[in-house]
């Protein structure tokens, strides 16, 4: 979940009264919110956009663990089930009996669900924010490592030892989000966010072409059906581990329902918005699994068993280098946008909670003003709480990246943690309360073995990604000046 549009400025809605206009002029909606006018067209972009992100970039290794038929198969397979949860979670937006609409994942979850699943979900969202923000850090920091090494291998061949530390690239861009932080609200991010939508395009179609490339040119790598041997340097232990991880590695690529609710939100109200949302969703999902498909199998056609944990910064493409720096300039961009999407939501909570813990507190109320012209065209809004609380968020977010700056394994668990309760059991259970599905009928049966699958993937997919992850840092030296 992971390309970045308006729509994800929605995350943190507020649940506060509405404002009730007149709807005979036809310029409000039913809920008094200005008319809305989204349609198949532009919630099946939006999809599109909040799916694609970096993710797709450890596809190409996931095929590899898998092999053919598992990989593509388990392409396929969360295709399917999420294309069916996003279906069950449409249905959803409007509540049963008043026919009144939720704003927000959490709302529909809450007015489903109870107040107790709705704190579960808040959690879940909360801790999957910051572990992307985590993510973001340690990937865009690697992308700009792999511009200096690939200007480096450019200029002395592809044989020498180009060492460069990820840690400073960390550090700076860590500080350049401490800045970055200080945008008041989402209102003010919509520019970052389609720098953002556009980037994503960009460097998964290089990668993508690239491979492709690589296997009409006759330099691809040895396949197999099933994916890397069992042999000297892998044990069957380890390989086990590592179709875990890209179980998960496959499942964060496809964690994107938080935002579903927000994006059927824009659409107008004829026709019905579950209906439309419903085919918006079957064409951009549909159209995703090609494109994942073309970078995962073309990546694996490429490289073969050898493919690289991450596509463009694994050094499997050498030249044309300035193409490679371009990708991976499109990587670094799209992270410093999706990187303060996706922490303001996180910034918003404990602000929100800090205004009406302390109303009358000056630190967390008074906005300071700055103009940086004469004639104050550019002014910048500080707030000392804002500053403070920000700041220290970006701060622990890149120590926690310097600490374990490991892509894949992060990214598997990032998808074992949102895969599961965000796009499977929480749409699953709100279907059965809603529609009041009976225990023990055919119906609930089918739903609640999907449950249980998709739980044990995630819970096998985080295993992986935790055994990959110790299994780094027992040998990392966080200091030391990567190969």
């Known amino acids: ?248 590695d496959i499942a964060f690529a496809y964690t994107y329902s938080q935002i579903l609710v927000e994006i059927q939100d824009t659409l107008k109200e004829s026709p019905p918005e579950n209906q439309v949302m419903k085919r918006a969703n079957i064409i951009a999902v549909s159209t995703t699994t090609a494109f994942y498909m073309m970078c995962g199998c073309f990546g694996y056609a490429a490289f073969g068993t050898d493919a690289p944990g991450n596509l463009l910064t694994g050094f499997g493409f050498y030249e044309p280098f300035w193409l490679v720096d371009l990708a991976n300039a499109c990587i670094v961009l799209h992270l410093i946008g999706a990187y303060q999407v996706f922490a303001q939501p996180i910034y918003s909570v404990v602000e929100s909670w800090a205004r009406r813990k302390w109303p009358e507190s000056v630190v967390v109320t008074r906005e300071y003003t700055i103009s940086l012209d004469k004639k104050q065209r550019l002014v910048i809004s500080l707030n000392l709480f804002r500053l403070i609380w920000r700041s220290l968020f970006v701060i622990f977010a890149t120590f926690i990246a310097l600490l374990m700056p490991f892509f894949n394994d992060v990214l598997a668990l990032l998808g074992a943690i949102g895969y599961w309760p965000l796009t499977v059991y929480f749409p699953i259970e709100m279907y059965i309360a809603k529609n009041r599905v009976g225990r023990w009928t055919r119906r609930w049966l089918g739903l609640q073995l999907m449950n249980s699958v998709c739980f044990l993937v995630a819970v096998a997919a985080a295993c992986g990604s935790l055994q990959g992850l110790g299994k780094e840092l027992v040998t990392y030296e966080p200091f030391k000046v990567k190969d």
């Open 1 to 248: 979940m992971q390309g970045f549009g308006d729509q994800i400025f929605q995350v943190e809605s507020s649940e506060s009264n509405l404002e009730i206009h007149k709807v005979g002029n036809g310029e409000f909606d039913d809920d008094g919110k200005p008319k809305r006018t989204g349609n198949i067209w532009t919630a099946s972009a939006h999809i599109i956009t909040g799916i694609i992100g970096s993710g797709v970039l450890s596809l190409a290794w996931g095929v590899a663990q898998l092999g053919w038929i598992v990989g593509v198969a388990t392409l396929v397979i969360f295709s399917g089930i999420t294309i069916y949860t996003s279906s069950l979670l449409a249905d959803c937006y409007r509540s049963p009996l008043t026919g009144k609409r939720n704003y927000t994942y959490k709302e529909v979850v809450k007015n489903n669900l109870g107040r107790v699943m709705y704190m579960f979900c808040a959690t879940v969202q909360y801790v999957n924010l910051t572990g992307m923000v985590i993510g973001y850090t340690i990937t865009a920091s690697i992308s700009m490592a792999a511009i200096q090494k690939s200007d480096c291998f450019h200029s002395r061949g592809h044989e020498a030892s180009c060492s460069v530390s990820h840690n400073s690239y960390m550090i700076g861009l860590g500080v350049l989000e401490i800045f970055l932080s200080q945008i008041p609200n989402f209102h003010k991010l919509s520019l970052l966010s389609v720098v953002a939508a556009v980037m994503s395009f960009a460097y998964a179609s290089i990668g993508a072409g690239l491979a492709f490339a690589k296997v009409v040119s006759g330099h691809g790598g040895r396949t197999l059906l099933t994916g890397v041997e069992i042999g000297a340097g892998l044990t069957a232990a380890e390989k086990i581990w590592r179709m875990f991880r890209a179980f998960g």
